[in-house]
């Protein structure tokens, strides 16, 4: 035996990966064993760990015979040489994917506990496995990571096939391994302890180093108080930056509301702690605000937001971001406002309890993907919502809260609001485009 157990084979494997201490590195561990061992790896380097969650797109006559792979945040991988050797249409294509979607999705959601994913562009990321045979999750992790904006990937194992160390070089920059033994028959011949990992283990594993992260990424990132000028008039927000921001989501809050809306701030928490900065800002003067008629202009509520926007690709720290909107009740009918037309650099939108109905004749010129969050009890609203689809030419979606009210106020309502709108804003402000390559 070379490896007492899977938390000692990572502290070996460690000791291998000991040059990329100090660097942005993200460690992923693929579950469920290879997270144990990349919880070692993570701890022993002081970087942030993740789980990273493939699934494999079987052709469907020949389920190990994989055309592509998919992974969260959209990333999406097919090799089309593959699809056509294979003669599949894009219909049998997207029936495979939906099937494997919702799978993965529910594999995160009891991994994550409701944690988003961590923000992986332009970042080393140290792929792990408890070990590798054949090497078809490691390679199809190793492309999906990529496809989520990694900068560098590199695969680590503690024990691997040379067959399969030589064949993943083409899907990694680099391939670790502290043990390659002339035949490999079984992973587990390698462990004096190979029993299965528990899934309460993983997710409690998971959790401790997604606290360690919360911890630094608070610590780290910049908060400031700013004044934006709008066309003459002085606004007040507040911008948070995390350390690796991917991305940028200002925040158009509804009817009666501003940047201290306690709602609007838990969702932005939970954008930070998946690498987004965000901007909350009051897009009326306390003076305006006395005149009731301004809280529902929805168009000198866009113009406000689209001056807020243009602000902020004027800022060092933010000019290179991609920008999202969220928008709350009238709030998201101005940000659906201000995405209208071709110049807008919106990439993402988000509408928690909106009224699109309000943005009416600029709706089919969005073209930005938006997304749609109502409540379930939230019936006017949601029929308005429903309604809002037909008119929107762009990608759509309508997600519906179970039980939730107006204002989600119901336990857990505003969490999945939160997850919803993370996964949105980091799965269109990364590459998620299609590659080749098999995934096989």
């Given amino acids: 035996m070379v490896f007492i157990d899977r938390a000692d084979a990572g ?6 990966l000991r040059s990329l201490r100090g660097e942005d590195v993200v460690v992923l561990g693929l579950p469920r064993g290879g997270v144990v061992v990349a919880f070692e790896v993570a701890s022993e380097l002081g970087v942030p760990l993740d789980v990273i969650v493939v699934r494999k797109l079987g052709v469907p006559s020949e389920p190990e ?19 056509r050797l294979a003669g599949l249409n894009r219909s049998q294509v997207a029936m495979v994917e939906a099937r494997e979607r919702e799978q993965l999705q529910r594999q995160v959601r009891w991994l994550r506990g409701g944690r988003p994913p961590l923000p992986l562009a332009g970042r ?19 492309q999906v990571a990529r496809a989520r904006g990694a900068l560098r990937v590199v695969l680590a194992v503690p024990v691997a096939s040379a067959d399969a160390v030589a064949s993943l070089r083409r ?12 035949s490999l028959s079984a992973i587990g011949e390698w462990y004096d302890d190979f029993s299965q990992a528990a ?18 990424a608070a610590a780290a990132a910049d908060r400031r108080e700013v004044t934006v000028n709008a066309g003459g008039v002085r606004l007040e927000g507040s ?11 200002v925040f158009a809050h509804g009817s009666g509301s501003g940047r201290r809306s306690p709602r609007n701030r838990f969702v932005a928490a939970a954008l930070n702690r998946a690498g987004l900065a965000t901007l909350l800002a009051d897009l009326l003067t306390p003076q305006e605000e006395l005149n009731r008629g301004n809280v529902f202009d929805v168009e000198l509520l866009a113009a406000r937001l689209t001056a807020i926007t243009g602000w902020l690709r004027g800022q060092p720290a933010t000019s290179g971001m991609p920008v999202g909107y969220f928008g709350a009740s009238t709030g998201a009918a101005a940000a659906l406002w201000a995405a209208a037309g071709g110049g807008s650099p919106v990439r993402a ?29 939230d019936t006017a609203v949601l029929g308005l919502n429903d309604a809002a689809q037909e008119l929107l030419n762009c990608e759509n979606k309508l997600a519906v809260v179970a039980g939730a009210t107006h204002l989600f106020e119901e336990p857990g309502a505003l969490e999945q609001v939160a997850e919803l709108a993370s996964d949105w804003f980091t799965g269109h402000f990364t590459v998620s485009g299609a590659a080749t390559g098999s995934a096989a």
């Fill in 199 to 216: 899934d309460e283990d993983v997710t409690a594993l998971l959790g401790q180093a997604a606290d360690w992260s919360g911890r630094r």
């Fill in 239 to 249: 911008l948070v930056i995390p350390a690796h921001a991917t991305g940028l989501v």
């Fill in 65 to 83: 015979f994989g055309f592509g792979a998919i992974g969260e945040g959209n990333a999406r991988i097919v090799d089309d040489q593959v699809v």
């Fill in 11 to 16: 502290r070996q494997l460690a000791e291998r």
């Fill in 124 to 142: 080393t990321v140290i792929v792990v496995d408890d070990g590798i045979a054949t090497g078809s999750t490691a390679r199809a992790a190793c």
């Fill in 349 to 377: 939108i988000v509408s928690r309890g909106g009224r699109p109905d309000l943005a009416g004749p600029r709706l089919s010129s969005v073209q930005a993907p938006v997304l749609l969050i109502v409540g379930e009890a």
């Fill in 171 to 182: 899907d990694a920059d680099e391939v670790v391994c502290v043990h390659i033994p002339g």
